[in-house]
């Protein structure tokens, strides 16, 4: 952990998690943690932090500032944790029947390698699938009650945007020429930064 360059970056991000705690009615602190690289973010369940990296904190302004903890902070207001966990369980579970039946068949001398084998990849895959959206899913929730959040909290809808084009300038260094944009949507268990500046913004218009 470590203090931000300067008072006045302090400040600011005080000012910011306090509106945000008055408008969420969620009690978290906001936390600098120097091990974090790049643009960075995310929620700790246990203690109720948000950390951010030093290179967010410090180069965003208020309003992007403000929508990035905002959108951590509705992963604990809306307990995306459970359901990730719930919904692992869900698909661990179907994932291991089906390997059971598949099981019960061999015993029979019912199995055939070529097919068993094309099963278990279908039950893998199923099982993969599941997980992903579902994460995609809590992703997309917390987007869009992050706009709200920071709304109700003072700040313009417009840092929604700022923040994913800076996550997007980062992702684009990262993976784009390594992965390609389609095989980097398949692995993410975010949706792709340009699809989610895309959604907010149909989201605001038809707000107006």
Known sequence: MRELHSNLAENRLRSV?????????????AVVDDELT???AYA????????????????????????????????LELDHQARLVESRDRHDEAFQKGLGELATKVRRGEGR????MT???????????????????????ADSRA????????????GAFEALIALEREDFDAS???????????????????????????RLVNQD
């Open 44 to 75: 700790v369940y246990e203690s109720r932090n948000v950390e951010l990296s030093p290179e967010l904190a410090d180069a965003l302004n208020d309003d992007a500032l403000a929508w990035v903890i905002a959108h951590e902070v509705a992963h």
């Open 147 to 158: 706009v709200e959040l920071a709304l109700e909290a003072g700040y313009g809808p417009e």
């Open 17 to 29: 998690e306090h509106n945000l705690r008055c408008a969420s009615g969620v009690a978290f602190n």
């Open 113 to 116: 390698f070529l097919r068993d």
């Open 176 to 202: 784009s020429y390594r992965l390609g944009r389609h095989i980097a949507n398949i692995l993410q268990d975010h949706p792709l930064t340009e699809v989610r500046i895309a959604r907010l913004k149909r």
């Open 119 to 141: 099963t278990r990849l279908g039950l893998l895959a199923n099982w993969s699938v599941g997980v992903l959206l579902d994460h995609r899913n809590v992703e997309r929730e």
């Open 38 to 40: 790049g643009i960075q």
